[in-house]
């Protein structure tokens, strides 16, 4: 629903607008990478002038700290629907089922993956503590609903294992859609030089293969 008001004057319009602004910056985040948004274009897209947008979130980071937890909420929801409810598959059945359904929903959600490889180096340098701990806090109940969901269909890892698979999810495919998202110089140098390309990296392969072999050494590891 459009906005209808110029000020926001509630808690709802407030929060109205704070949607706006998210979703805006999701729009943007599907047009242009992380690096590619600034705060004066979200500003003028919104329709608003950038210090009425600092009235909501406290810099550029932090509208994309916000996105990126949005963001891991909607691809949890969709990664539990997808894993469903895998009954008595065998174990390796099962952990490939995790890795594939793990793999077909990030690679449907770019903004997130972009997000990801954006967050460490990127995102947490430009905020306030009260921003950096509500951020964290949500971050680390992410990993416990990720671990939860890896857990119910491979029971086999335990809690503790399936938190180290939970958290490096998040990292390595972080890393990973990073170095799958070449330059354009760096794409003309692979086409120049074939054999500069063997270390060019596709996000689906790559990651699938890591989280494929971290899974199956979690799995062989005897638990205490």
């Keep these: 629903m459009p906005e209808t008001f110029q000020r926001a004057r509630s808690d709802e319009q407030r929060e109205i607008r704070r949607a706006a602004i998210l979703s805006?910056?999701?729009?943007m985040l599907r047009e242009a990478p992380v690096a590619d948004l600034t705060l004066n274009e979200l500003a003028r897209r919104v329709g608003l002038a950038k210090s009425n947008v600092l009235r909501y979130f406290e810099s550029r980071e932090a509208v994309l700290l916000d996105l990126l937890t949005s963001e891991l909420d909607q691809w949890l929801k969709a990664l539990g629907d997808d894993l469903g409810r895998l009954g008595d598959a065998g174990v390796d059945r099962r952990?490939?089922?995790v890795v594939s359904a793990l793999l077909d929903t990030l690679k449907q959600r770019p903004v997130l993956c972009d997000l990801l490889s954006a967050q460490a180096g990127v995102l947490e340098r430009n905020v306030s503590a009260d921003v950096a701990a509500k951020y964290k806090r949500a971050m680390i109940s992410d990993v416990e609903e990720l671990a939860g969901i890896v857990r119910d269909r491979l029971p086999e890892?335990?809690?503790?294992?399936?938190?180290?698979?939970?958290a490096t999810v998040l990292?390595?495919?972080?890393?990973?859609?990073?170095?799958?998202?070449?330059?354009?110089?760096?794409?003309t140098a692979y086409a120049r030089e074939p054999e500069l390309a063997s270390l060019a990296m596709d996000f689906g392969q790559t990651l699938s293969g890591m989280l494929d072999v971290f899974l199956k050494g979690l799995l062989s590891t005897p638990r205490a």
Excluded: C, E, N, Y
């Excluded at 805006?24 to 729009?27: I, K, L, P, Q, V």
């Excluded at 070449?182 to 794409?187: C, L």
């Design 95 to 97: 952990r490939m089922r």
């Design 24 to 27: 805006t910056a999701s729009a």
């Design 157 to 166: 890892l335990g809690t503790v294992a399936a938190h180290q698979f939970a």
């Design 171 to 187: 990292i390595m495919s972080g890393a990973v859609w990073t170095h799958a998202q070449p330059s354009d110089a760096m794409k």
